[in-house]
């Protein structure tokens, strides 16, 4: 059980656009901490997409994007593309945890 | 272009101690701080622990009693050791570069580069 909580899948078709929720609590994004995005696809390393909410690492398109509000952030993908399909992960500090903590990942599917 | 490589035994018994290397290259280790995370099957991330450029650490406190992290400047790598290794341990272990702003508090830190990884299972 993951303390950040993810949609287990989303899907989209080419050109469309999908959001991946990361929901947490009073201890973590909503005491105020930074949610990052990383990208995983199978068999390679995870990939850092998203850093302090909404700041994208130099060669990641501006189709993505990030948001926090609350105790939950989001990751929004636009003009969807068949390279994007990958397990996303949100994390976060926690408080209670004393640590780093993870989402369980959102399997993202392009039709 | 900074690049991470784990390595180590894939098998371990239980009750022995996991022993994993993770070789930097691209960069000196002097200049970041660097971290363990791992991912049991069907189970999401879980961050061991992080060394930094002083060779100080901070580990999840889960995993505190048994886990110990430390660097090796003169072959550019750093380490991992986890005692009395239970099935639990099983996993898919990643060294990344941990980024951010290290004058402030490691609560806003984030990882910039990642390994592939090394599986490990623990059974006898």
């Known amino acids: 059980q993951s303390v950040l909580t993810q949609p287990p899948s989303v899907s989209g078709a080419p050109g469309q656009r999908v959001t991946i929720s990361c929901t947490g609590s009073?201890?973590?994004?909503?005491?105020?901490?930074?949610v990052h995005w990383y990208q995983h696809l199978p068999g390679a390393a995870p990939k850092l997409l998203m850093f302090?909410?909404?700041n994208r690492p130099s060669g990641v398109p501006d189709r993505f994007s990030g948001s926090k509000s609350g105790t939950s952030a989001s990751l929004a993908i636009t003009g969807l593309q068949a390279e994007d399909e990958a397990d996303y992960y949100c994390?976060?500090?926690?408080?209670?945890?004393?640590?780093?903590?993870f989402g369980g990942g959102t399997k993202l599917t392009v039709l | 272009q900074v690049q991470l490589q784990e390595s180590g035994p894939g098998l371990v018994k239980p009750s022995e101690t996991l022993s994993l290397s993770c070789s930097v290259s691209?960069?000196?280790?002097?200049?970041?701080?660097w971290t363990w995370i791992r991912q049991s099957p069907g189970k999401g991330l879980e961050w061991i622990g992080y060394?930094?450029?002083?060779?100080?650490?901070k580990y999840n406190p889960s995993l505190k009693s048994r886990v110990s992290i430390s660097a090796d400047t003169s072959q550019n790598q750093f380490s991992l050791k986890l005692r009395s290794v239970t099935a639990a341990d099983t996993a898919v272990y990643r060294c990344?570069?941990?980024?951010?702003?290290?004058?402030?508090?490691?609560?806003?830190?984030?990882?910039?580069?990642w390994g592939k990884g090394t599986t490990v299972i623990v059974s006898s």
């Open positions: 990344a570069r941990v980024d951010g702003d290290y004058n402030t508090s490691f609560f806003y830190f984030y990882m910039d580069v």
């Open positions: 691209g960069i000196s280790i002097r200049s970041y701080y």
């Open positions: 060394l930094d450029y002083s060779g100080n650490t």
């Open positions: 009073s201890s973590n994004i909503g005491a105020g901490f930074d």
């Open positions: 302090q909410n909404n």
């Open positions: 994390q976060s500090y926690d408080s209670s945890v004393s640590g780093w903590v």
